[in-house]
């Protein structure tokens, strides 16, 4: 199995770009373009205390550029995302970054002016001019930050240096996707096997031999450990700068910052974090134990955590299945939605292939003024039905929200975000219940199902238990050296786990998997999405379409309403701890079917 250049990857497993651009002469001409517009920016600084028609026309030549921008800057990232190894790509990439730079410096010195004029004469502004009603996500969110602004000049030298703010993250991804190179292991055939980041978390990670698995996972913990003092301080960097901006804006701590940003409560966090964290723990750890107990291991390593539990029924389908199954999964979310999801299909909006170079994981991005793009890696496993269903639920949702609302109220709250994509999934699960009588594939469901729900409330939930715990220390101004992060990993993964997992500083390495730490407080996010669409199904369930009608009613709304106000749309209390528990009962409900099935 050797891995394939870019070059060699079949048209049809790829994503047509060409939507954004017909090819990169024309992406090159609208990136002078963009250059040339973002000066016509430095022209209106200064005049916005001249009335509510200036204010208007400002943000009007604002928000044209800014359409430009999102064009640009997507095409150039997906061509990365695509071969990290192509260096055209990574010079294009940097060039993005520079006149994004530009850009924000620019737009920082308006946001100042703007923040400038007293509340009462922007809200007059507001009354006399319609047209600013199309803005009042952007305003709103200017007048809550109103009180963290620094003076105008340091705003635009922050903005101007972002390319360099951001380099812990693109440092980590270039680093990831074009340096790292894995050793061979020998697998369950006997023959040496080639591993990248992607056939590790695709394929070797759920390996049904044991022996392969480890093999895989001690060839993957080689390179990682080369690179482990080098990452943290990359992440060190990361967290340093996230609380010396907090201090110098005058909040709290760097958590109070950026749950700022998600518009969420310290009470939500902790309560998303400490419930699942310590209620969930006994569940996951009756899992683990019957794991070990059907697979006849002596001791059960971390690295046999995602190991099949019935590895001789492991159902294979083809994308184009998987795609089929998908679409009627999610015919409760009406025509147009559907309509939505052959477009996706027919005119190559997912690239699946395998490649050298290629980003590892999925992910949707959704460009406005476009469609979404989808990137995953299909390997043929009906697993990968479930990423396709998650993916299909951002872009869904993105695509919607960016049809319904201005460029500046499209992205909801990050709280809210993997709410839609998880439902997709739930749909998926139930669907698929629903068309086989045979206990065999119901138990693989309910092992698919259960796999959701390690990935949001066990991966990404105990990411987020470390993350806080790095930033107190960075608040105490304990130094983030390598050995502490994988200690305080291990400890996050022994807390969780108990005696029930073999956790070993292998395991402590895991954090550097994750680019989630470069992206504010994503990791515990997830489980918040989880959470709301276990609610949201439940609720469908029990309603019928008034329900499905409210989560279309949501997908709409983009980042109109607070994280709260959004999921209240569709009765969801995100501020009542019963909501986690309800989920988390759910999952009490799966692992106990789970053991019946092996009684």
Known sequence: MNLTQRTNVPLEQTWDLSDLFKDDHKWEQALQSLAQDVHQLSICQGTLDQGAETLLSVLQTAETIL??????????????????????????????????????SQLAKIEADISALPNKKINEFRKQEPGLARFDVYLDQLLRDKPYVLPSETEEILAALSPVLSAPYST???????????PTFTGADGLEKPLSFARFEDHYEES?????RRRAYDAFDQTLQQYEHTYAQLYATEVQKQVVLARSRGYESATAMLLHEQDVTMAMYTNQLDIIYHELAPIMQRFARLKKEVLNLDELHFCDLKAPLDPEFQPETTYEEAFDAVMKALTPLGTAYQEMLVTARDERWVDRADNIGKSTGAFCASPYGSHPYILLTWTNSMRGAFTLAHEL???????????????????????????PSTMNELFLGNYLLKQSDDPR?????????????????????????FQRRIYAHAESGTPLTAALLRQEKQAVLQGFWGDTVTIDERAGRTWMRQPHYYMGLYPYTYSAGL????????????QGQPIMDAWLSLLKTGGKKSPLDLLNIVGINMEDPQTIRDAISYVDTLVTELEASYA
């Open 67 to 104: 359409e430009k921008y999102v064009l640009v800057s997507h095409y150039s990232s997906l061509r990365l995302s695509e071969d990290g190894t192509n260096e055209q790509a990574q010079a294009n990439e940097t060039r993005t970054d520079h006149v994004g730079a530009s850009l924000k």
């Open 172 to 182: 980590y991804s270039v680093s990831k996707a074009a340096d790292m190179a894995f």
């Open 208 to 212: 049904s031999n044991t022996g392969e």
């Open 393 to 419: 639920g951002h872009a869904g949702h993105f695509h919607l929200a960016n049809q319904h609302q201005p460029l500046n109220a499209t992205e909801c709250s990050m709280y809210v975000v993997e709410a």
């Open 441 to 465: 594939m119901k138990r693989w469901v309910i092992l698919e199902f259960l796999g959701t729900y390690y990935h949001n409330f066990v991966t990404h939930l105990l990411e987020g238990a």
């Open 531 to 542: 959470t709301a669409a276990t609610k949201a199904y439940k609720l469908y369930e029990e």
